[in-house]
Protein backbone atom coordinates (compact mmCIF):
# COMPACT_ATOMS: atom_id res chain seq x y z
CA UNK A 1 0.00 0.00 0.00
CA UNK A 2 1.49 3.48 -0.83
CA UNK A 3 -0.41 6.67 -0.01
CA UNK A 4 0.58 9.58 -2.08
CA UNK A 5 0.22 14.00 -1.25
CA UNK A 6 0.94 16.17 -3.68
CA UNK A 7 1.96 19.75 -2.84
CA UNK A 8 3.57 22.92 -4.60
CA UNK A 9 0.84 24.15 -7.04
CA UNK A 10 -0.37 27.78 -7.36
CA UNK A 11 -1.46 30.25 -9.11
CA UNK A 12 1.39 31.67 -11.47
CA UNK A 13 1.82 33.81 -14.76
CA UNK A 14 3.06 32.45 -17.80
CA UNK A 15 6.71 31.75 -18.16
CA UNK A 16 7.27 31.42 -14.48
CA UNK A 17 8.34 28.05 -12.92
CA UNK A 18 6.60 25.78 -10.09
CA UNK A 19 8.35 22.61 -8.48
CA UNK A 20 5.59 19.97 -7.51
CA UNK A 21 6.66 17.04 -4.82
CA UNK A 22 4.83 14.03 -4.23
CA UNK A 23 5.34 12.38 -0.59
CA UNK A 24 5.03 8.51 -0.62
CA UNK A 25 4.69 6.62 2.22
CA UNK A 26 5.24 2.67 2.30
CA UNK A 27 8.81 1.12 2.78
CA UNK A 28 9.04 0.12 -0.97
CA UNK A 29 8.37 3.42 -2.66
CA UNK A 30 11.85 2.59 -4.81
CA UNK A 31 10.31 -0.32 -6.48
CA UNK A 32 7.37 1.58 -7.70
CA UNK A 33 7.22 3.33 -11.46
CA UNK A 34 6.26 7.36 -10.60
CA UNK A 35 4.27 9.25 -12.94
CA UNK A 36 2.74 12.77 -13.31
CA UNK A 37 -0.90 13.60 -15.12
CA UNK A 38 -3.05 16.04 -14.98
CA UNK A 39 -6.47 16.83 -15.70
CA UNK A 40 -8.17 19.99 -16.58
CA UNK A 41 -11.94 21.48 -16.51
CA UNK A 42 -14.23 19.16 -18.84
CA UNK A 43 -10.98 17.15 -20.05
CA UNK A 44 -9.70 13.52 -19.57
CA UNK A 45 -6.74 12.78 -17.22
CA UNK A 46 -4.16 13.00 -19.41
CA UNK A 47 0.06 12.15 -18.71
CA UNK A 48 2.51 14.53 -18.02
CA UNK A 49 5.52 12.52 -17.17
CA UNK A 50 7.05 8.81 -16.10
CA UNK A 51 10.33 7.81 -14.54
CA UNK A 52 11.84 4.94 -13.40
CA UNK A 53 11.84 3.04 -10.04
CA UNK A 54 15.78 4.12 -9.91
CA UNK A 55 15.12 7.12 -11.76
CA UNK A 56 17.71 6.20 -14.52
CA UNK A 57 14.89 6.39 -17.07
CA UNK A 58 12.52 9.49 -17.96
CA UNK A 59 9.58 10.08 -20.53
CA UNK A 60 7.38 12.98 -21.29
CA UNK A 61 4.05 13.95 -23.05
CA UNK A 62 5.54 15.85 -26.06
CA UNK A 63 3.52 18.71 -24.82
CA UNK A 64 6.05 19.43 -21.96
CA UNK A 65 8.83 17.87 -23.46
CA UNK A 66 12.34 20.36 -23.05
CA UNK A 67 9.75 22.60 -20.36
CA UNK A 68 9.40 19.77 -17.41
CA UNK A 69 11.31 17.29 -15.68
CA UNK A 70 10.45 14.79 -13.48
CA UNK A 71 12.98 13.36 -10.52
CA UNK A 72 12.77 11.48 -7.85
CA UNK A 73 14.83 10.87 -4.43
CA UNK A 74 14.23 7.17 -3.01
CA UNK A 75 16.23 8.27 0.41
CA UNK A 76 13.02 10.66 1.22
CA UNK A 77 10.35 8.92 -0.52
CA UNK A 78 9.69 11.46 -3.01
CA UNK A 79 8.80 12.13 -6.38
CA UNK A 80 9.33 15.85 -8.21
CA UNK A 81 8.05 17.70 -11.71
CA UNK A 82 9.84 21.05 -12.19
CA UNK A 83 7.32 23.08 -14.22
CA UNK A 84 9.55 26.14 -16.18
CA UNK A 85 8.08 28.27 -19.08
CA UNK A 86 4.81 27.79 -17.75
CA UNK A 87 1.89 28.31 -20.47
CA UNK A 88 -2.29 29.25 -19.77
CA UNK A 89 -2.70 25.27 -21.52
CA UNK A 90 -0.84 23.85 -18.63
CA UNK A 91 -3.37 25.32 -16.40
CA UNK A 92 -4.99 21.86 -14.47
CA UNK A 93 -5.04 19.34 -11.29
CA UNK A 94 -1.73 17.59 -11.13
CA UNK A 95 -1.65 14.56 -9.92
CA UNK A 96 1.10 11.91 -8.32
CA UNK A 97 0.82 8.09 -9.27
CA UNK A 98 2.34 5.05 -8.61
CA UNK A 99 2.83 1.69 -10.41
CA UNK A 100 3.73 -1.64 -9.83
CA UNK A 101 5.32 -0.99 -13.50
CA UNK A 102 9.35 -0.19 -12.69
CA UNK A 103 9.53 1.41 -15.61
CA UNK A 104 7.02 3.75 -15.30
CA UNK A 105 3.35 4.34 -18.34
CA UNK A 106 1.66 6.62 -20.01
CA UNK A 107 -1.40 5.00 -19.26
CA UNK A 108 -3.93 5.78 -16.42
CA UNK A 109 -5.42 2.18 -16.14
CA UNK A 110 -1.60 0.92 -15.32
CA UNK A 111 -1.24 2.80 -12.21
CA UNK A 112 -2.21 1.55 -8.87
CA UNK A 113 -1.97 4.63 -6.48
CA UNK A 114 -3.21 8.31 -6.27
CA UNK A 115 -2.69 11.27 -4.81
CA UNK A 116 -5.44 13.65 -4.55
CA UNK A 117 -3.93 16.16 -6.67
CA UNK A 118 -2.82 19.75 -6.25
CA UNK A 119 -4.11 22.83 -8.34
CA UNK A 120 -1.67 24.74 -11.10
CA UNK A 121 -3.06 28.01 -12.95
CA UNK A 122 -1.69 29.63 -15.22
CA UNK A 123 -2.53 33.22 -15.85
CA UNK A 124 -1.68 34.84 -19.43
Known amino acids: QVQLVESGGGLVQAGASLRLSCAASGRTFSSYGMGWFRQAPGKEREFVAA????????YYADSVKGRFTISRDNAKNTVYLQMNSLKPEDTAVYYCAATTRQYGSSWVYEYDYWGQGTQVTVSS
Open 51 to 58: ISWSGGST
